[in-house]
Every structure is written in C-alpha cells, then in structure tokens.
C-alpha cells in the first residue's frame, strides 16, 4: 500500500471517530435533560405527597366515615430517614415502621388516588377492603398423582408400551454336542392406550375480576386442582379395573396387607407405597389387642404414616373409597402418558366479547394404563 492510501485511511478512520465522539456528545446531553425532567417531577410529587392532608378512607364506600388515616401512606413513606437518606444518594438503609394494619394500607392506596376516592374503574366505588382469599374452600390432597410415574408422550393420540404376556425359558445345556441348541417362547403384543382430555371450564365477568383483583389467582388455583382431582380419580379407578385382587389367608387387615407384599417380593416384585384411605389406616393405627394396648406402640403420636411391615410407605389419600387398600411397586405398577401438561387459558368464548364474560379454561392431555397387573396388589380390609 502506498504512502498516500495509507495516509487517506487514517484520516477516513479519524473523522469517522469524531463523527462518533460528536454523535455520543449529543446522545448523553438528551439523557441529561431527561433525568432533569425526571427529577423535578420527583420533586414534586414529593411536595404533593407531603402537602397530602387527613383523608376519611370510608368517605366515599359503603360505610362511610369507618375509619381516618390521619397521614397519606406517601406522606408517611418520604418522611422516613432512610427513605430521605436513599433519595439523597448517601445509602441508609429503608425501615419504614407505619402504625397501621396491612388492609388499612391496602385501602388508603387505592382510596387516596386522583379519583375523589372512587375506584379507578368510572362509576364503582371502593368498598371496604377485602381479605385476599375464599374461606370454606377443601381441597384433598392428590397423592396418589405424586407416586405415579409419569412418561411424556410427543406427538401422537395414544401412547404404545410392548407387555410381556408370556415367555417361556428353555436355557440349559446343548447335550449333545451339534444338537439343536435350546429356544425360548415369547409373547409381547404392543398396547395402546388413548390419550384422553381433562378439563374444566368457568365463565366469568369482566367486571367482577376488575373490582377483586385475587379472584383470578383464586380462580387458577381453584380450576388447575380440579382437573388434577378428575385425573387423579381416573388413575385410581385403573388401578383398581387393571390390578391384580389378593385375597390373603389372614383375618386382618394389616396382615393380610403383609402377605400381599411378601407375595409380591417373592414373585421378583419391589412394593414400595400402600395406598389407604385416612379411615382405613385409623382402624390399623387403632387397633387394640386383647391386653388392652395398641397393637402398634405409639402410633397416635407417629408424625408420618408408617412404612408396613418394613417395606411399604403408606400413602393416604381420600381418593380411595374405605375399604379399599392398593399395595404398589411403583417402578412396575401403572404409568401416566403425558400428552400435554396442565395449561389455564382466558378469553372471549361465543358472545363473550358482548355481554363482557371471560370464560376460564384449564385443561391437560394424558392416559393412564397398569403396565403391569401383578404390581398392583388390591387388598380389601375387611376387619382391620
């Protein structure tokens, strides 16, 4: 390269870096002029909040005159030290102390807003505050869900296992030497199971989502557990239509739970979980002998549901009628194909859109097979 390109390319490379110098220079003077804006509207509304006089919250709701904060909550806050101390950059720590209840805060937040104490939605007025949450709401616990093994399923209608339904073992010696060597049977048809949707759905107004902000949470929650209940109540009646019944020798309950596990591990098997309902695992906690005394030393003051005869964690779960006890080896009992996992949805439905009704949908995607019958034990009690 000669003497004058190189010289023309380090003048190209000099101006453009004063371009840019000249280009970042304007760039950080906008940046300046915007935090000034920003600061004077901080200022005031610092003033605003600390002019902000006694404000009656129950003025304009239905029970007027029920309770006065004597300072506006942003009164309150900017007079705090730490909270002067963080504005003027020197970093004391924030510990606001405000001599008023959790709910009071809440309604003066929304009552103390440019809208003459009206909720900001035109023409419904903030009521008394009401406590997040829905009371009388019972829900069971889904164990059973939680002891089942889950297996995704991509792209398909139906999920396919191959069972062993028979096999027969011929190894041993080849005698005599060049005989035909021994051959074995087997019979493994594939299974298909069908995938099947669990859903549930709950129309809603707009306006009463709008005016109790924890209804929608509420209404995820209370939606995601009944399908997950409906599922859950369909895994238990396969268990119960694709086990395998034990009928035992023994008179009483926990016995014949006992053989029934004893029989499984002689037969290869892991049982690992019994599955009770709470009423059936009373009467065996319960049980007295003839001296009087519980048969199982101290099982009222057991944190945890015992572990049966060395071997089964009991799981109890109201999803199982009483009567019923279900002993599992839970690596060959039963599976649950996934097709898709529990999803919510909101939107419009039909004439929704008009008439303002949101409808709620909640939904998911699975099947359920006992993969392997001889895994799942179904034990009546009978007596305890």
């Known amino acids: 390269m000669s003497n004058d390109a190189l010289l023309k390319v380090v003048a190209d490379v000099g101006d453009a870096a004063q371009q840019m110098r000249s280009e970042l220079k304007a ?30 919250v129950g003025t304009h709701s239905p029970n007027p005159g029920a309770r006065v904060i004597a300072q506006s909550i942003g009164g309150r806050i900017l007079r705090d030290e730490g ?19 959790i709910p009071m805060l809440c309604k003066s937040l929304l009552a103390s807003r440019e809208f003459g104490g009206a909720s900001p939605t035109t023409g419904v007025d903030v009521g008394e505050y009401m406590t997040a949450g829905v009371a009388n709401d019972l829900r069971r616990p889904l164990s059973v869900l939680e002891v089942i093994p889950r297996v995704p399923v991509m792209d398909a209608n139906e ?57 929608q949470s509420w209404i995820d929650s209370r939606l995601r557990f009944d399908v997950l209940a409906a599922l859950e109540n369909a ?25 029934a596990i004893a029989t499984m591990q002689s037969e290869g098997l892991r049982p ?18 003839t001296d009087g005394h519980y ?8 944190a945890q549901p015992p572990a049966l005869w060395g071997a089964a964690q009991v799981v109890w779960s109201a999803s199982l009628t009483r009567g019923t006890g279900i002993v599992l080896d839970t690596s060959n009992s039963a599976v649950l194909f996934e097709r898709e996992v529990l999803q919510i949805l909101v939107g419009y439905d039909a004439d929704g859109f008009s008439s303002n009704v949101l409808t709620f949908l909640a939904e ?20 305890p």
């Open 159 to 215: 999920a396919t296992y191959h069972r062993l339904t028979g096999y027969t073992s011929a190894a041993g010696k080849q005698t005599p030497e060049g005989s035909a060597k021994p051959e074995a049977a087997v019979d493994l048809p594939a299974i298909r199971v069908p995938i099947e949707t669990f859903a549930v759905t709950l129309p809603v107004t707009r306006q009463v989502l709008s005016d109790s902000p924890f209804l």
């Open 83 to 101: 909270v002067r101390g963080l504005i003027a950059r020197r970093g004391a720590p924030v510990s606001l102390e405000i001599a008023t209840s």
């Open 27 to 56: 760039e950080l003077g906008k940046l300046a002029a915007q935090q000034g804006a920003l600061d004077t509207r901080f200022t005031e509304f610092q003033q605003k909040a600390l002019d902000k006089g006694p404000y009656e």
């Open 364 to 383: 998911l995607r699975a099947g359920v097979d006992v993969v392997t019958p001889q895994g799942v034990r179904l034990v009546g009690s009978g007596s």
């Open 235 to 259: 895994v238990v009646d396969e268990l119960i239509a694709g086990g395998t019944i034990f009928s035992g020798a023994s008179s009483r309950h926990v016995d014949r739970l006992g053989e």
């Open 295 to 302: 048969r199982m030393p101290q099982s009222w003051a057991l």
């Open 272 to 289: 690992d979980v019994v599955l009770l309902n709470p009423l059936d695992l009373f009467a065996i906690m319960a049980e007295v002998g």
